[in-house]
């Protein structure tokens, strides 16, 4: 079956400051990488999401970008704020069965 | 649309009791997932259902698990019996099958088991 692996596990930046995550995957065949946001006590939730024909995507502070060839995406955070910090799972889909990555969990200090 | 819909949120139960989590996917989704969420383990998927049909119980730990999908707008996930290590969120959650759309979930059931 499908294997991501998500680094880093923790993450603590300054607040305006970057924060990037990154995920690889084993199955070729992964063809929808979803990113999702879990607040403390809170469900996940989707933030932003690419499709395999597609290498980059963003959407205002948050951006995703994909390579095919590597088996590997990225999340990244630009301008930080304190409401950035959550825990944040990659995923990938291969048919539609979800593989969830281990999850980072991002500290923006004021 | 409410999302998807789990009960009861809280369950605070015995050692060896039965314990059934339920859920209501969203109207018009026909994939449903039932995830454990620990800190040790992070998300795990335990099974996934097409169009009421489980795909994949892989995940499931042992025979004390069972899920069952009726009908389309209803899941459950029972353990018989409940032990303490399976105290965690369960979370179920919903999605179309064309596999690049994605998942909802729902707010989760907190199992505490003493």
């Excluded at chain 1, 390579?67 to 995923?91: G, M, R, W």
């Excluded at chain 2, 959650?93 to 729902?106: D, K, N, P, R």
Aim: charged share 20%; glycine share 6%.
């Amino acid at each position: 079956g499908e294997n991501v692996e998500q680094h880093p596990s923790t993450l603590s930046v300054q607040e305006g400051d970057s924060a990037v995550i990154k995920c690889t995957y084993s199955d070729s065949a992964s063809n929808y990488f979803p990113w999702y946001k879990q607040e403390l006590g809170k469900r996940p939730q989707l933030i932003i999401d690419i499709r395999s024909n597609v290498g980059e995507k963003k959407d205002q502070r948050i951006a995703v970008t994909l390579n095919k060839t590597a088996k590997h995406f990225s999340l990244h955070i630009t301008e930080t704020q304190p409401e950035d910090s959550a825990v944040y799972f990659c995923a990938t889909t291969t048919g539609n069965q979800f593989y969830f990555g281990t999850g980072t969990s991002l500290t923006v200090i004021p | 649309d409410a999302g998807v819909i789990q009960s009861p949120r809280h369950e605070v139960t015995e050692m060896g009791q039965e314990v059934t989590l339920r859920c209501k996917p969203i109207s018009g989704h026909n994939s449903l997932f039932w995830y454990r969420q620990t800190m040790m383990r992070g998300l795990e998927l335990l099974i996934y259902f097409n169009n009421n049909v489980p795909i994949d119980d892989s995940g499931m730990p042992e025979d004390r698990f069972s899920a069952k999908m009726p009908n389309a707008s209803f899941s459950t996930l029972k353990i018989q019996p409940s032990e303490p290590r399976d105290s965690a969120v369960y979370f179920c959650a919903s999605s179309l099958i064309t596999g690049v759309t994605e998942a909802f979930f729902g707010q989760g059931t907190r199992l505490t088991v003493v």
